[in-house]
């Protein structure tokens, strides 16, 4: 069974920096895309930013410039280090990984969640 599990979310001033991570583990043959994603009250799940297995990157027009992520594929991790961030940025994150078990066809997996609270 693959599991994600996310740390790193905390309360911060506006203008305060964060970095996100999110492990998988489990039975992994191979992760192919990984992301994160935000749900702030009220509003619907979105895209922040994404990596493929070729470290091309994509980022919500809402975060570019502020906002990285990264990957480690050996360790089945990604990051999002969040710089300047704002009060609009308070939102559940969860990561997302497409990844292959063992002896399945790909798949994506979700994390649980970790809450991110930008105060002003």
């Known amino acids: 069974q693959v599991h994600l599990v996310e740390s790193g979310g905390n309360l911060v001033q506006a203008g305060g920096s964060l970095r996100l991570s999110c492990a998988a583990s489990?039975?992994?043959?191979?992760?192919?895309?990984m992301g994160w994603h935000r749900q702030a009250p009220g509003k619907q799940r979105e895209l922040v930013a994404s990596?493929?297995?070729?470290?091309?990157?994509d980022y919500a027009d809402s975060v570019k410039g502020r906002f990285t992520i990264s990957r480690d594929s050996g360790k089945g991790t990604v990051y999002l280090q969040m710089n300047s961030l704002e009060p609009e940025d308070t939102a559940v994150y969860y990561c997302?990984?497409?990844?292959?078990?063992?002896?399945?066809?790909?798949?994506?997996?979700w994390g649980q969640g970790t809450q991110v609270t930008v105060s002003s």
């Open positions: 997302k990984m497409n990844l292959v078990e063992s002896f399945s066809p790909a798949r994506d997996y």
């Open positions: 489990g039975a992994i043959f191979r992760i192919n895309e």
């Open positions: 990596i493929n297995r070729g470290g091309s990157t």
